[in-house]
């Protein structure tokens, strides 16, 4: 039995606004870049409110599986759960910011602290254009070395700009990737044991996830 009092609990997940379709005909526009619409309606059988969702799967914090990159890949829901659940390291890289324009690479010897089977969370303060990178020697030495369950981002490229090394190389190993964490700013420890379970719908080529962080107190 986990006592969750002596844990903080961190939500990592942004908050989505849609746009709302209600049964009297008024709208409300949404907040959002990528299409994300409810329809609301009545269900007759006993007369509750009920919504139609019309979305698409990579928006807000979503997990994606090998089946984004890979055609006939796993969905993720059919990665193993405890992919998605276990012990985390977070690492912040505020101190790579862009050099004379360009933007740092992380590189393993920045890794030292990863241990193997970890989910691995990566964040920076800096903004689009400026966030450092994981190298694909990285990306390899966390794959074939430390063996990770998952990798997660906040501020931080995937890969070298313009290219695909890092998504190709944890999707083929089926290591999921999480896009659009938030809060990982809030974590005070390195390590907390992280939580982000994607819907049990197959196909999909990645899952909306509420993710959080517990971290002893």
């Not at 379709?21 to 994300?36: A, D, F, P, T």
């Not at 276990?86 to 241990?115: E, W």
């Not at 964490?181 to 719908?201: A, S, Y």
């Amino acid at each position: 039995m986990i006592d969750l009092t002596k844990y903080r609990i961190i939500d990592l997940s942004v908050r989505l606004t849609p746009g709302v379709h209600s049964v009297n005909q008024e709208y409300v526009h949404g907040r959002e870049l990528r299409k994300l619409e409810i329809r609301q309606f009545i269900y007759k059988p006993d007369n509750t409110f009920m919504y139609w969702v019309d979305t698409e799967t990579h928006i807000g914090t979503h997990v994606e599986a090998p089946a984004h990159y890979i055609e006939g890949g796993k969905a993720a829901c059919d990665i193993p759960i405890d992919s998605y659940i276990g012990p985390c390291i977070v690492l912040k890289f505020d101190d790579k910011g862009p050099v004379n324009g360009k933007r740092q690479a992380i590189t393993p010897d920045d890794l030292k602290n990863v241990q193997e089977r970890d989910i691995v969370l990566f964040y920076s303060k800096f903004g689009r254009g400026e966030t450092p990178y994981i190298s694909a020697d990285s990306a390899r030495f966390l794959t074939y070395d430390k063996k990770i369950k998952m990798v997660g981002i906040q501020g931080i490229g995937l890969e070298e700009p313009g290219k695909m090394e890092s998504h190709e190389n944890f999707l083929k190993n089926d290591i999921p990737i999480i896009e659009v964490l938030t809060n990982l700013d809030k974590v005070q420890r390195e390590r907390v044991f992280f939580i982000g379970l994607p819907l049990n719908i197959s196909y999909i080529d990645s899952s909306w996830i509420r993710a959080i962080a517990l971290e002893l107190i």
